[in-house]
């Protein structure tokens, strides 16, 4: 090693420049958490929500139609939410090349822990709005309530998303596959 590169090593640098940090091999690597920023955690937390959000809003609308109760239209929204949160995660992966049990291992281990804390903190809140419960869609309670909760539940699963980010779980295993 010359001068400068012994400095740039000193420094906290690996060979290739990228920032290595202590209690890592230094084998140059960037470690997983270097990624964690927030707007990774935000766009994975979307990403989520949007899946959810479609699969919920849809149960929701099902369970009114065929005038089910309030447990089977929660169960069939929940299910949904957590189909259409995989799907999109899926169809992701299996586009770059992924075989579709290669894929849902990915879509699993990425969107798991997202989709079930977005769900118990979304469905907490309507359970918990006074009226909610019992709001027909054509009132501006359930709405309120709906996106209220989706709301909260995009705010309490950001922090999570990057946790699990800077520790290469959950959305970090779908970055392997971009």
Not at 130 to 149: Q, R, S, V
Request: with cysteine; proline share 2%; aromatic share 6%.
């Amino acid at each position: 090693m010359d001068d400068s590169s012994e400095r740039h090593h000193a420094a906290g640098h690996g060979r290739s420049g990228r920032i290595v940090h202590a209690g890592h091999t230094g084998h140059g690597e960037t470690p997983a958490h270097v990624g964690a920023t927030w707007g990774t955690a935000v766009r994975a937390t979307l990403h989520c929500l949007t899946g959810c959000a479609i699969g919920e809003i849809l149960g929701m609308v099902i369970g009114t139609a065929l005038a089910w109760g309030n447990v089977q239209t929660m169960v069939l929204a929940i299910t949904l939410a957590f189909l259409f949160g995989y799907s999109f995660t899926l169809f992701a992966v299996v586009r770059s090349g992924l075989t579709l049990k290669a894929a849902v291992k990915v879509a699993l281990a990425a969107d798991t822990v997202s989709i079930a804390v977005m769900e118990l903190v979304d469905n907490a809140v309507i359970a918990l709005t006074p009226g909610a419960m019992d709001a027909h869609l054509g009132d501006g309670l359930f709405w309120a309530a709906l996106l209220g909760g989706f709301a909260v539940a995009f705010a309490v699963t950001t922090p999570i998303n990057k946790w699990m980010i800077g520790r290469g779980k959950g959305h970090a295993v779908v970055h392997a596959h971009h």
